[in-house]
């Protein structure tokens, strides 16, 4: 058989890229940390609002890769606080912040 290496080859280079892949998704959170590291905390929290709703100082911190100091700082500016509730502790982006994070949705069909 002449020739016959090198589809089966790329066939294994394919499957070994996906495992790569995988492996690097696995290690994600580490990943995200890095992400954030340059952006001023600011837009981190805007960047992690805008993907969920309500978050807990807990979450933002292991999100974020931040200090806990250095999150509340301007949580208590951009945020409100749950006291009571469904969604007690947890903090939320203030309504002013919020209309910002939804471009667009005036115009799109009900």
Same mark, same amino acid.
């Given at each position: $058989?002449?020739g016959t290496g090198g589809? *089966? +080859? !790329?066939?294994?280079? @394919? *499957?070994?890229?996906?495992? +790569?892949? %995988?492996? %690097?998704? /696995?290690?994600?959170?580490? $990943? #995200?940390? %890095? =992400?954030?590291? +340059?952006?001023?905390?600011? !837009? ?5 609002? !805008?993907?969920? =709703? ?10 974020? &890769? #931040?200090?806990?100091?250095?999150? #509340?700082?301007?949580?208590s500016e951009l945020c409100? @606080?749950? %006291? !009571? *509730?469904?969604?007690? $502790?947890?903090?939320?982006?203030? /309504?002013?912040? #919020?209309?910002?994070?939804?471009? $667009? +949705?005036? &115009? =799109? /069909?009900?």
């Amino acid at each position: $058989g002449k020739g016959t290496g090198g589809f *089966g +080859d !790329s066939i294994q280079r @394919f *499957g070994k890229n996906m495992i +790569d892949a %995988r492996e %690097r998704a /696995a290690t994600d959170p580490t $990943g #995200r940390k %890095r =992400k954030f590291q +340059d952006q001023p905390i600011r !837009s981190v929290l805007f960047e992690l609002f !805008s993907s969920q =709703k309500y978050w807990t100082v807990k979450e933002l911190r292991n999100e974020s &890769g #931040r200090a806990e100091k250095e999150i #509340r700082s301007v949580l208590s500016e951009l945020c409100e @606080f749950h %006291r !009571s *509730g469904e969604q007690k $502790g947890a903090w939320e982006l203030k /309504a002013e912040f #919020r209309s910002q994070e939804e471009p $667009g +949705d005036s &115009g =799109k /069909a009900p």
